[in-house]
């Protein structure tokens, strides 16, 4: 079962743009981590954010994660062309260690 | 390290067949995940190990799949016999700590 869902499940953008990507899900987490799968390629970890953390950041990347809401958002700042990708959330239910992902957001730079 | 390396990475087979996937992970991780990826359904657990146990086989669709894990650097998947629904992206990732997942670059399957 998808513990996480993804909005929008596509956007396009141009070049240096900014590009929000939200993940809501429904139980409690130990952590919230995002991934980024190129076409044909396996998923790449890109940033965790634990529970007791609210904002996170990593080069371009921002994350942050609010428990009362039980959402995520990424942004990625001044985008290139090289950041289209689909785009995942995955969280970590307490006392699980297994990770769940949600349905991806489809993320387009246009040039 | 070379990452986590599936094989094959794509696989035509005709229903009724025997299927084998193999994954061999970081050495030194201790968790081990085999998810499926289809576009209807997206990424699905199917099962996964600690130190070679199998810990939670509960997305595994049904009798028909199974998985083993002989020992640290080695995983199977076995699909037997195959069905056409069977067709999708099987990934196998790897972990330390069941923090971050190191994936393989997957392997397809297509079943006639």
Same mark, same amino acid.
């Given at each position: 079962?998808?513990? $996480?869902?993804?909005?929008?499940? @596509?956007?396009?953008?141009?070049? $240096? ?7 809501? !899900? ?8 995002? !991934? ?45 062309? @090289?950041?289209?990708?689909? !785009?995942?959330? @995955?969280?970590?239910?307490?006392? @699980? ?15 | ?52 146990? #199998? ?5 595994? #669709? ?18 037997? #016999? ?31």
């Amino acid at each position: 079962s998808q513990q $996480g869902e993804e909005d929008p499940q @596509a956007l396009s953008i141009q070049e $240096g743009e900014n590009a929000t990507m939200n993940c809501s !899900y429904k139980t409690s987490i130990n952590n919230l981590q995002w !991934y980024r799968q190129n076409s044909g390629r396996g998923l790449v970890h890109l940033i965790l954010i634990r529970s007791n953390e609210r904002e996170k950041h990593s080069g371009r990347l921002r994350v942050t994660l609010d428990t009362s809401k039980k959402s995520s958002s990424l942004l990625i700042t001044a985008s290139r062309a @090289a950041d289209t990708a689909s !785009y995942f959330c @995955a969280t970590a239910p307490q006392g @699980a260690q297994k990770l769940v992902f949600g349905q991806g957001t489809r993320l387009t730079i246009n040039p | 390290d070379a990452g986590v390396i599936q094989s094959p990475r794509h696989e035509v087979t005709e229903m009724g067949q025997e299927v084998t996937l193999r994954c061999k992970p970081i050495s030194g991780h201790d968790y081990l995940f085999w998810y499926r990826q289809t576009m209807m359904r997206g990424l699905e657990l199917l099962i996964y190990f600690n130190n070679n146990v #199998p810990i939670d086989d509960s997305g595994m #669709p049904e009798d028909r799949f199974s998985a083993k894990m002989p020992n640290a650097s080695f995983s199977t998947l076995k699909i037997q #016999p195959s069905e056409p629904r069977d067709s999708a992206v099987y990934f196998c990732a790897s972990s330390p700590s069941a923090g971050e997942l190191f994936f393989g670059e997957g392997s397809r399957l297509t079943v006639l």
